[in-house]
């Protein structure tokens, strides 16, 4: 008796997209084999690694550990989602400053990860980065330059919401002056 795909619609990086897709698919080949998105890899096969890190409805998931019809109806961001060439966000410019990568196969899922981290805790210690990446292997560096690229990126994340809170408040006054 053979299967028969479903249909998974899921909103990846702020598009909309659909794949009809085996029930058993995991969610990391949907997105690497069906939607294109190479930037998420896979690694150990075994949940181990964490080089298939993505984030999935704002929570940090490694995407070899889910179907992907369990992400039907999902918001997806994927490292390709994050920023680009000319503007990158800040969790990849600190790792491209620190040189928070060698090889550069990891990278995508720690950086995910890292992101996850400082949702919870936008201002972590090395201690608390430490035990963040506990789940995320890299076989290259030795985590030093990590640390110091999620440090980076906590400080440049902190210091980008500060200036967004200062021109809402000052286009309020802004509109405040104008309407009184």
């Keep these: 008796m053979a299967i028969e795909d479903r249909e998974v ?4 990086n702020g ?9 058993r698919k995991l969610l990391v080949h949907y997105l690497r084999d069906d939607l ?3 930037g998420t890899h896979i690694g150990c096969d075994t949940s181990q690694c ?7 409805n704002g929570e940090a998931v490694k995407s070899c550990t889910m179907l992907a019809v369990q992400a039907e109806g999902s918001e997806i961001t994927t ?9 990158l966000h800040p969790m990849q410019q600190s790792f491209w400053e620190e040189h928070g990568l060698q090889c550069g196969y990891c990278t995508p899922g720690v950086i995910m990860a890292m992101l996850g981290l400082l949702k919870e805790n936008p201002n972590p210690s090395e201690e608390e980065i430490r035990e963040g990446m506990e789940g995320v292997i890299c076989r290259c560096t030795g985590y030093q330059f990590i640390v110091s690229a999620v440090q980076k990126a906590a400080k440049l994340m902190a210091e980008a919401e500060e200036q967004k809170e200062e021109t809402l408040v000052a286009n309020l006054v802004r509109e405040g002056t104008h309407n009184g």
């Design 9 to 12: 619609t899921v909103v990846v």
């Design 15 to 23: 598009q909309e997209r659909s794949a009809a897709v085996e029930p």
């Design 36 to 38: 294109g998105l190479t």
């Design 50 to 56: 964490g080089a298939c890190s993505i984030m999935v």
């Design 79 to 87: 490292v390709e989602g994050l920023g680009s060439i000319e503007h």
